[in-house]
């Protein structure tokens, strides 16, 4: 909310070395940016219209269903990758038929077919 | 000829409606009597986080697009017949159309001892200086109870308590305080929040935090000398530190005809078109109209929309859309209604927390330039119809 | 003197027609006749739970093509 005059308040900013020194990182990277061609890309990619393209195929019921689930499947996906490192021998049928009376094996089945319904649809 | 169109207020609804109408090239007149437009929820964080006010000000003239003619006056009072706007300056305005956002007005003075008590402690609802009178008390309690009541069930913002209170115990705990002061959180209603469909999923959040709730308390008279409140269903509270939810009126200021209001001045409009009624030419929107919605930020800036459209020759209509935000220790949760569709089951979430830091980020931009932002709110808004989230929820 | 207050809260939603009720009975008096009409559904649980809470009497709460009457009779102002 200060009143001072923008230019002045500018000006006492370019004499800290805080941003000065953040001042040439950004520098630095508008030349990375400008020489692996990103930056034309970007400038394109900014105009408001691409923009709304880009928001109205990102927002939809499903992907704010998604992104409230990110979290869930996350920890997920962090249960598989250990059961995946896990040493396990090979299963037969039977012993196939048997796991079904393990709770989480039958859950984790109901969670299948209710998945296989998903994809169905 | 271009049209004049006259919108009093600069609050959300008001601006949005200003800066639009400017981009279509009508001759737009917007009267304000402050120099700054405040974010409203940022009261909660000055109260109960002690943030600096600046973070949640701007000036309005910063805030409005190059050719809107910004007047600092009063609107003293508005004649819909003879189509004319008196402010205090003694200036007139005449009008082609006209915009009345000039949100809801205080009363201190119908519960009694409730001024002493503001004039006290502050509040989280009448400005940022009354926010930071709270912050300082709420941060110099040692211990004792921190008491977050309501005057009455209708004021603005339905889930301002509720966020005050998940703030206030966070604050404590970090302090170190979280044994020693009880926060308790009174409201009017039967349940915890307005909707039982959400009561259910704010009370469990609200109870993790600590905080104690009474429903059905409304506050009918406050003794402060000897720190007590007492509601009109016959109970009472003791408190060392306590911020009341005022009564929440229409605005104050003279309209003929006077039957545009109701009892508490709010002004009547068809809840669809926002028309000020028996008036085609004079809308109301945002915090001052009788529409059976939440008053909030978010109605104010669609029902804007909704009557620069009808300006424009669409016929629009305001849908009662709310998006109230419930923000809880990193995560957040929405308040999703509709006209059509009742409350709809919405539960916390880092993912909506995320959702709403990027609204709060987004808040000035959309206020001057808000005709960038339609094609992405209208996505979020369509995304997360209620009809279309369904009556599982989200 | 006791008055009949009519309270109107049909279509409201979110924050309910209790609202009004609440509202109405600030302004009452013991012996007051107070009358919602509502259409939430939501809306007869919620009278009975507030009747129950602050001890005034339920004289009449009916349905009838989906609007539901609720007739208060306050007993329990200080």
Redesign the interface.
Known sequence: MSERDPLAQLLTELENPEFQEALSKLLELVKNLEKSGLLDMLVAITEPEVINRIFDMVITTGTMKLGDSIEGLLNKLGDVAEALQEDVKPASLSELIASLKDPEVAKGLGRLIALLKALGK | MTEKVVVLGAGTGGLVAANLLVSHGYDVTLVEKKDYHLFQPGMLWIAFQGHDPSKYMRRVDTLVKPGVNLLKDTVESIDLNERTVKLESGKTLDYDKLIIALGVSYDYDSVPGHRQLWETYGDYFSGPEHAQRLWKHVSSLREGKLVLAAA???YKC?PAPHKAAFLSSYTLKKMGRKDKVEVILAL???HAY???TMAKIVEPKLEEAGVTVMT?F?V?SIDVENKKIYS???EELEYDVAAVIPINKGPQIEITPDSVKDEDGFIKVNKYTLEVEGFDDVYAIGDCNNT???KTGVTAHLGAEVVVDRILGYDAKFT?R?NCPIVANGTATF?I?S?EH??IPVKFSKFKRMLEDLFIAAYWSSLRDPEKWRSVFKAYFEATDPTKLGESGW | MSEKIVVDAR??????P??KL??A??QAKNGDIIEVLAT?P?FKP?VQ??VK???NELVELTEENGVIKAVIKVT?K?
């Open positions: 009455d069930p209708l339905p009017p209603f039967i307005p909707s039982e059905m409304t009918e009109m269903e016959g059976p919605t939440s009662g709310t308040v209604s006209y009742p409350v | 279509g409201t939603a979110c924050p309910g209790i609202t609440v509202r009975y600030r939430d939501g919620d739970a507030w809470r602050t001890g329990a200080k």
